[in-house]
């Protein structure tokens, strides 16, 4: 699973801009900057993410083994990846007093400039308010 989330981070990179959740929340204060990886707190002034999301680079073509690295890292915290799409991972954990917490990480780099192995990639993490262990509401009949 590990390896098509990063072959699927990488094959996005080269694709298109992250996409997050309609309702994003918070940056995940609580994500650490693991090796490999280096503080970028304004998110390399892209898609309006500053402020919106916690973000650490590395060199595109480390990104994906450091997505790798991350997830894995939630792993071991009790976090699920439970879905996501092109350049976008969301893990999920049980809260003790029911329903989930939501954390969404996406990969990210400027495709304005030149796409190199040497280029910076980005991460991107922000908590998803609310239960996401909730479903929509159904719809009226």
Known sequence: ?????????LVS????GPVLAQSQGAPAADTPIL??????????NLYGLAGKA?????????????????????EAQGWLAAGGDSNRVV?????????????????FYD?????????TGYLGFATIPGDVCTGPAPAAQ
């Open 91 to 107: 893990l999920v954990k049980r809260r003790e007093s029911g329903g989930c917490d939501g954390i969404q990480m996406i990969a």
């Open 13 to 16: 990179l080269a694709l298109a």
């Open 54 to 74: 916690f973000c650490v680079s590395a060199p595109l073509a480390g990104v994906g083994t450091l997505a790798d690295t991350y997830v894995a890292h939630f």
């Open 35 to 44: 090796t490999g990886a280096t503080l970028a707190p304004d998110c390399g």
């Open 1 to 9: 699973m590990k390896s098509f989330i990063a072959l699927t981070a």
């Open 111 to 119: 495709t304005t400039r030149p796409a190199g192995p040497t280029s």
